[in-house]
């Protein structure tokens, strides 16, 4: 397993003197690239480009989050120290970052997909969903270690577990309740009394559970293998 990972994470988690700089980045948008090439081929050759148009909207999304916290990364070490400044962008990169591992869910809709188109989009569909939750996982790792010297080890610990749960909550919210990030902005009182309402739905529990208990699982074994190759 180790040997398959290896390339990935390494690219995805480079530090100066170790690989060549941005070069995570560069991986994420070779896989953006691909997916792009494979959805593009589809509308081009069914003239339907549903796919095109939900997926790129999905993938934007994804990497909303991840935009917020480079943004933030280089302002810190700029010398942007203002605490409100954090605290808001972190607020934005909660808010979105369901938004990245929700393409996992777009797997649903092979079961309308015709034999013909089924292995081509299995594969379309999975290397979107792969291309969402790393650039979560990047976007969680990077908030990870701008935290981790302002609250401690176990506090910050508490809140990338913590965010990993709530973006199983925030799954369920997108998919059943059909609710997205900007609903935040745009919608906060609504918003806020479906929140109240959720735990009377106990799909809401069983996703927020499982979902994040995954996406915890997943957190934490990206964390370590990384910081093992670090060193």
């Known amino acids: 397993m180790?040997?398959?990972?290896?390339?990935?994470?390494?690219?995805?988690?480079?530090?100066?003197?170790?690989?060549?700089?941005?070069?995570?980045?560069?991986?994420?948008a070779g896989l953006i690239l691909a997916g792009l090439s494979l959805v593009t081929m589809r509308g081009l050759l069914t003239g339907n480009w549903w796919f095109f148009i939900v997926l790129i909207r999905n993938l934007f999304l994804a990497f909303f989050p991840l935009g917020v916290v480079l943004v933030l990364r280089d302002l810190r070490t700029a010398g942007f120290l203002n605490r409100w400044l954090l605290l808001g962008s972190l607020a934005v990169w909660l808010a979105?970052?369901?938004?990245?591992?929700?393409?996992?869910?777009?797997?649903?809709?092979?079961?309308?997909?015709?034999p013909p188109l089924l292995w081509f989009d299995t594969m379309t569909l999975f290397l979107f969903a792969q291309t969402?939750?790393?650039?979560?996982?990047?976007?969680?790792?990077?908030?990870?270690?701008i935290v981790r010297p302002l609250a401690g080890m176990w506090p910050t610990w508490g809140?990338?577990?913590?965010?990993?749960?709530?973006?199983?909550?925030?799954?369920?919210?997108?998919?059943?309740?059909?609710?997205?990030?900007?609903?935040?902005?745009?919608?906060?009182?609504?918003?806020?009394?479906?929140?109240?309402?959720?735990?009377?739905?106990?799909?809401?529990?069983?996703?927020?559970?499982?979902?994040?208990?995954?996406?915890?699982?997943?957190?934490?074994?990206?964390?370590?293998?990384?910081?093992?190759?670090?060193?």
Not at 8 to 24: D, H, I, N, Y
Not at 209 to 220: N, T
């Open 159 to 231: 809140l990338m577990l913590g965010s990993q749960v709530l973006s199983g909550l925030g799954i369920y919210l997108g998919r059943f309740g059909r609710w997205n990030s900007w609903d935040v902005l745009t919608s906060p009182l609504a918003l806020t009394r479906a929140l109240t309402r959720v735990y009377q739905d106990h799909l809401s529990l069983k996703m927020t559970v499982s979902y994040g208990f995954v996406l915890v699982v997943v957190y934490v074994a990206f964390y370590w293998y990384v910081e093992d190759a670090r060193r």
């Open 2 to 28: 180790q040997h398959l990972l290896t390339p990935f994470a390494q690219t995805l988690v480079s530090q100066p003197g170790q690989t060549r700089p941005g070069k995570g980045l560069t991986a994420l």
């Open 132 to 145: 969402g939750l790393l650039a979560g996982l990047y976007s969680t790792l990077i908030v990870h270690r």
């Open 96 to 114: 979105f970052l369901p938004n990245a591992p929700y393409i996992i869910t777009d797997l649903f809709h092979i079961q309308h997909i015709k």
